[in-house]
C-alpha cells in the first residue's frame, strides 16, 4: 500500500463525499480508490468511512483523522512546489488578463504564495472583461468566469464554478425578517449587479425538488459589474439584500465570520456559471507562464475541495446569449 496516496484518496473521497469524485480528481478508477481506502482502514486498525448507498461519510475517528491529514498533505505540497520552484528559478514577466470578481474574490488573497514561490516573475495583470477585448490585447493568460464565446484556437480549460446564495446583514434579517420561500424577495430591497454583457442580473432562478421559482428582484441600487464589491459593502452595511457568489463563504470572508446571513438556503440555485482559463497552447512552451498556469489550476481546485458537494457547471442561461437591458425580460 502506498500510504500518501491512500490518504490522499481518503481525504478526497469524504470532500467529495463518494470514491467516484476521488477517482474523477486523481484520474484513476473508483474500484481503486476503494481498495486503498480499504487498505489504510486495515493498516491503521480504524473504519474511517461509513459506506451507504448515499454515499460515504466519515466516522468520529475518521473526522479526526481528516482534519490532521488537511493542513499537513498542504504542508507537503507546499515543499514540494518550493523545491520544484528553486530548482528551475523561471524568471521573467508573465501577462494576465483577469476578469475583477475573479481578482477580488479568489487570487488576489493567494497571490503572495506564488509570489514566494517564483519571486523571479513578474505577473502584469491586466484589467479583461470581454472576449472581443483579446484581439486588442497581448495576454499569455485570461482568467475569465461566465460561458465565453468566440475563444478562437485557444486552450479554455474549465478551472471549476461558483454559484449564488441569498445574503443580507444580520441586522437587515432582523429589521424585515428573513424569506422562507424566494418569492418573499419581492418584499425585499434586492441590489443587482449587471453583468459584463450589459444585462442587469435581476431574475433569480431557484430550485428545490420539482418546484422552480424565478423571481424578477428588484431594489435601490444597480452596480456594473467591476463594481460588484459595492453591492457587497451595502449589503454589509444593512442596505438590503444580494445575490453574492458562494466564494464568500471561504475562511476568512463575509459569510465566514457572520457579516453576512445567507437565506433560502435550501434552495438551488440554477445558475452556475464557469470559471475558466484561456491560453494559446504554445505558451505552455514558456516555463514561466507554465509555472503560472498549473499553479491557478492548483488554486481552483482548492477552492473546489473547500466545497461540501461538487458543484457542475451549468449551461449559458438565455439572458446571456444575447444582449438585453434586463435579465428578467426573458420571463
Given at each position: 500500500?502506498?500510504?500518501?496516496?491512500?490518504?490522499?484518496?481518503?481525504?478526497?473521497?469524504?470532500?467529495?463525499?463518494?470514491?467516484?469524485?476521488?477517482?474523477?480528481?486523481?484520474?484513476?478508477?473508483?474500484?481503486?480508490?476503494?481498495?486503498?481506502?480499504?487498505?489504510?482502514?486495515?493498516?491503521?486498525?480504524?473504519?474511517?468511512?461509513?459506506?451507504?448507498?448515499?454515499?460515504?461519510?466519515?466516522?468520529?475517528?475518521?473526522?479526526?483523522?481528516?482534519?490532521?491529514?488537511?493542513?499537513?498533505?498542504?504542508?507537503?505540497?507546499?515543499?514540494?512546489?518550493?523545491?520544484?520552484?528553486?530548482?528551475?528559478?523561471?524568471?521573467?514577466?508573465?501577462?494576465?488578463?483577469?476578469?475583477?470578481?475573479?481578482?477580488?474574490?479568489?487570487?488576489?488573497?493567494?497571490?503572495?504564495?506564488?509570489?514566494?514561490?517564483?519571486?523571479?516573475?513578474?505577473?502584469?495583470?491586466?484589467?479583461?472583461?470581454?472576449?472581443?477585448?483579446?484581439?486588442?490585447?497581448?495576454?499569455?493568460?485570461?482568467?475569465?468566469?461566465?460561458?465565453?464565446?468566440?475563444?478562437?484556437?485557444?486552450?479554455?480549460?474549465?478551472?471549476?464554478?461558483?454559484?449564488?446564495?441569498?445574503?443580507?446583514?444580520?441586522?437587515?434579517?432582523?429589521?424585515?425578517?428573513?424569506?422562507?420561500?424566494?418569492?418573499?424577495?419581492?418584499?425585499?430591497?434586492?441590489?443587482?449587479?449587471?453583468?459584463?454583457?450589459?444585462?442587469?442580473?435581476?431574475?433569480?432562478?431557484?430550485?428545490?425538488?420539482n418546484e422552480h421559482v424565478p423571481v424578477a428582484a428588484r431594489g435601490s441600487v444597480i452596480v456594473d459589474n467591476v463594481h460588484r464589491d459595492m453591492v457587497r459593502d451595502l449589503v454589509v452595511s444593512g442596505v438590503g439584500v444580494a445575490r453574492?457568489?458562494?466564494?464568500?463563504?471561504?475562511?476568512?470572508?463575509?459569510?465566514?465570520?457572520?457579516?453576512?446571513?445567507?437565506?433560502?438556503?435550501?434552495?438551488?440555485?440554477?445558475?452556475?456559471?464557469?470559471?475558466?482559463?484561456?491560453?494559446?497552447?504554445?505558451?505552455?512552451?514558456?516555463?514561466?507562464?507554465?509555472?503560472?498556469?498549473?499553479?491557478?489550476?492548483?488554486?481552483?481546485?482548492?477552492?473546489?475541495?473547500?466545497?461540501?458537494?461538487?458543484?457542475?457547471?451549468?449551461?449559458?442561461?438565455?439572458?446571456?446569449?444575447?444582449?438585453?437591458?434586463?435579465?428578467?425580460?426573458?420571463?
Open positions: 500500500m502506498d500510504r500518501l496516496r491512500a490518504i490522499r484518496y481518503f481525504v478526497s473521497s469524504v470532500e467529495g463525499a463518494s470514491f467516484s469524485a476521488a477517482a474523477r480528481q486523481h484520474g484513476v478508477s473508483a474500484a481503486a480508490v476503494a481498495k486503498q481506502v480499504g487498505a489504510l482502514e486495515s493498516d491503521m486498525n480504524v473504519q474511517l468511512l461509513v459506506r451507504s448507498a448515499h454515499g460515504i461519510t466519515p466516522t468520529v475517528p475518521g473526522r479526526a483523522f481528516l482534519e490532521t491529514c488537511r493542513p499537513a498533505l498542504a504542508q507537503l505540497d507546499d515543499a514540494v512546489e518550493q523545491a520544484a520552484a528553486s530548482a528551475t528559478r523561471v524568471q521573467g514577466t508573465v501577462v494576465v488578463g483577469v476578469q475583477p470578481v475573479i481578482a477580488q474574490e479568489v487570487l488576489t488573497a493567494a497571490l503572495p504564495r506564488f509570489c514566494a514561490l517564483f519571486p523571479d516573475i513578474q505577473l502584469d495583470m491586466r484589467y479583461f472583461m470581454n472576449m472581443s477585448e483579446l484581439q486588442d490585447r497581448s495576454l499569455d493568460a485570461i482568467l475569465v468566469m461566465g460561458w465565453p464565446q468566440q475563444v478562437g484556437n485557444l486552450v479554455a480549460r474549465p478551472l471549476g464554478a461558483t454559484t449564488f446564495m441569498v445574503v443580507a446583514s444580520p441586522a437587515y434579517w432582523a429589521a424585515h425578517g428573513t424569506p422562507q420561500h424566494p418569492l418573499d424577495l419581492e418584499q425585499h430591497n434586492c441590489l443587482c449587479i449587471r453583468s459584463n454583457t450589459g444585462s442587469v442580473m435581476d431574475l433569480w432562478h431557484f430550485r428545490r425538488g453574492l457568489l458562494d466564494w464568500h463563504q471561504r475562511p476568512g470572508r463575509e459569510v465566514a465570520s457572520g457579516l453576512l446571513v445567507p437565506a433560502l438556503t435550501e434552495w438551488v440555485v440554477d445558475e452556475v456559471p464557469p470559471v475558466n482559463l484561456l491560453y494559446a497552447p504554445s505558451v505552455r512552451r514558456t516555463p514561466r507562464v507554465r509555472a503560472f498556469l498549473d499553479w491557478v489550476v492548483q488554486l481552483f481546485a482548492e477552492v473546489e475541495r473547500e466545497r461540501l458537494r461538487p458543484l457542475p457547471a451549468t449551461a449559458m442561461p438565455h439572458w446571456a446569449k444575447r444582449k438585453r437591458r434586463r435579465a428578467s425580460e426573458t420571463r
